[in-house]
């Protein structure tokens, strides 16, 4: 890993996804809408750049302008791939969720800490037969991005918690009752369908990556569940993304100071993770890696 010699000097690039009600990034300057094709195929949307405060941003709307796409048939792999081709080096997910916890009310925000990935018809990987990788996730989420959030938060006045464990669950359906009082008994704080593989990935390409949770209601197993109405739902997405907004806007000036590189070592996270023999890659794999894991194929 890197040492405290390490004199590298980085110029952020913060790269936004927006999950369910959050389609666009206010504020943003030299507003641009750019298609970008990768070796993955294409991301959910064209991307939008610009800067804010100087900063320069890409957006990438999770589902499509307009929600089009399920969590199922989301191509992961593209989306992270299109945001690291366009030099994201910092990415905030923003993700509507239900909760698990009767502490954590909708509308309230969640600083995810832990993931447990149930999901299962997804491709998980850059990396596959002719080169393999593995890079560590006990610890999935930049904490220092985390740690802008939090305070950006305060400051706002919204209502969220640091740390809690995210359960992805496969969808598009939500989840049953028993399968929800089953994901309550592991100590889950939210439940979702989107934010696995995309934060696997996102360390795969050596991007800090973290997620803020927006709650939008509870889940199946609260005994008032019955009777929250679309209406309800759809006024707290609402009230969720005016929020989400914000909270982006006040975060862009802190993340994109320069810097040097990621204490928690997130954009150094295949320095060892490769253990195919370099004699024994395929060509062709390296090809389409080149984008996401350059800086080590080069060596």
């Known amino acids: 890993m890197h040492t405290e010699t390490d004199n590298t000097v980085i110029e ?18 030299d ?9 993955w195929g294409k991301p959910s949307d064209s991307l939008l750049t610009g800067r804010l405060n100087g900063v320069r941003c890409v957006f990438l709307p999770r589902h499509g302008r307009g929600h089009p796409i399920p969590p199922s048939r989301l191509n992961y792999r593209a989306n992270i791939a299109a945001l690291k081709m366009s030099g994201v080096t910092d990415i905030i997910s923003l993700s509507a969720v239900g909760s698990l916890k009767e502490e954590l009310p909708p509308g309230h925000f969640v600083i995810v800490d832990q993931f447990i990935d149930r999901s299962f018809a997804r491709e998980k990987s850059f990396f596959d037969t002719g080169c393999v990788a593995h890079v560590s996730l006990a610890d999935p989420v930049c904490p220092r991005i985390g740690d802008v959030a939090a305070t950006q938060m305060a400051a706002l006045n919204i ?5 809690g464990t995210y359960l992805v669950m496969e ?3 939500f989840s049953t009752k028993a399968e929800s009082e089953l994901y309550r008994s592991w100590g889950c704080s939210v439940i979702g369908m989107t934010n696995m593989p995309e934060a696997k990935l996102a360390r795969e390409a ?3 990556y973290a997620t803020v949770a927006m709650v939008t209601d509870y889940d199946c197993w609260h005994p008032d569940h019955d009777s929250v109405t679309v209406d309800a739902v759809v006024k707290i997405m609402k009230e969720n993304g005016e929020r989400a907004r914000a909270l982006v806007q006040a975060m862009i000036p802190d993340m994109g100071k320069a810097r040097g590189l990621c204490p928690a070592g ?5 320095e060892y993770a490769l253990i195919t023999a370099p004699e024994a890659r395929d060509p062709e794999l390296l090809k389409r890696l080149d984008t996401v ?7």
């Open 159 to 163: 209502p969220f918690t640091r740390g």
């Open 12 to 29: 952020p690039v913060i790269g936004i996804i927006g999950g369910s009600g959050l389609y666009d990034i206010e504020g943003l300057e």
């Open 293 to 299: 894991a350059g800086r080590v194929l080069k060596r």
């Open 31 to 39: 507003k641009v809408w750019q298609d970008v094709e990768t070796p």
């Open 266 to 270: 997130c954009d150094r996270a295949l």
């Open 171 to 173: 969808g598009p359906q």
């Open 206 to 208: 050596e991007i800090c």
